[in-house]
């Protein structure tokens, strides 16, 4: 195969339909909109779900609730995968490069789902009270990213 023999699927170049262009063409007198009724008019346009009347489905259906669009996503880290990684420090730029978050500048969250028993460093923007207290017990430190350091300005 090169590009002396390369050739379009067929059907990829097929031409336009040219509609009310006599009987011999296919698609002539009504031009493919049949006879009468709402279609055939000229100037119907009818809106995206139309049913012909019936009360369409985004009508039928319940509504329910609102979307916050201020609301703040957090990627959720639990202890127990802090645990099985086995790193003595966790910043963010380490959660991306195991893994665990996909986003770069994404929001993490750390929950207090199962147990740690060595002591490990982990920056995050959030931490749940359990996690926070199951890692100062097991020697390590809940630093929370984005919260000015006591004793600073």
Excluded at 27 to 39: A, E, P, V, Y
Excluded at 72 to 90: F, I, M, Q, S, W
Excluded at 99 to 121: E, P, Y
């Amino acid at each position: 195969m090169n590009l002396s023999n390369l050739k379009a699927p067929k059907k990829a170049n097929r031409n336009k339909k040219r509609i009310g262009r006599g009987m011999g063409s296919g698609t002539g007198k009504t031009s493919g909109r049949g006879h009468k009724g709402q279609g055939s008019r000229s100037g119907s346009s009818l809106m995206r779900g139309f049913e012909g009347g019936q009360m369409p489905l985004h009508r039928r259906l319940p509504k329910r609730g609102f979307t916050n669009i201020f609301r703040t996503e957090y990627t959720v880290v639990n202890l127990d995968r802090v645990a099985e990684l086995g790193e003595k420090e966790l910043t963010l730029e380490k959660f991306v490069e195991l893994g665990l978050v996909k986003k770069r500048n994404g929001l993490v969250k750390v929950l207090g789902n199962g147990d740690l028993s060595v002591a490990v460093t982990v920056h995050a923007h959030k931490f749940s009270k359990s996690a926070q207290e199951k890692i100062e017990k097991a020697g390590g430190k809940a630093i929370v990213i984005g919260e000015p350091v006591a004793g600073s300005k």
